[in-house]
């Protein structure tokens, strides 16, 4: 059965650095793009960033452009999310998402982690 493991959460301060992890298991996800939703205290679940599944091509969400960079291994069927110049904001719960799609303006998928938390502190 497909699987998502999410590592690397914690507790930063505000200008700090994390690099999450999303170890994919039980199929290869390697031919298709993958993607970090986050969802913060109270809020919806929102789009962060996005890889295409050559690697090549990213797609991140304007609150986090020019922070956070996306990218994978196949070989390691393993995404990342290098997270700097953490803000308060960037405060949630992340979301490793496989086989993610874009229409309707924004991405979506229906392969999901059970989520690594972080939390940023002013």
């Known amino acids: 059965q497909a699987q998502l493991v999410e590592s690397g959460g914690g507790l930063v301060q505000a200008g700090d650095s994390l690099r999450l992890s999303c170890a994919a298991s039980g199929r290869t996800f390697s031919r298709y793009a993958m993607a970090w939703f986050r969802q913060a205290p109270r809020k919806e679940r929102e789009f962060v960033a996005a890889i295409h599944w050559t690697g090549t091509n990213a797609d991140y969400s304007d609150s986090v452009k020019g922070r956070f960079t996306i990218s994978r291994d196949n070989a390691k069927n393993t995404v990342y999310l290098q997270m700097n110049s953490l803000k308060p904001d960037d405060t949630g719960v992340y979301y490793c998402?496989?086989?993610?799609?874009?229409?309707?303006?924004?991405?979506?998928?229906?392969?999901w982690g059970q989520g690594t938390e972080v939390t940023v502190s002013s």
């Open positions: 998402a496989a086989d993610a799609v874009y229409y309707a303006g924004t991405w979506h998928s229906d392969y």
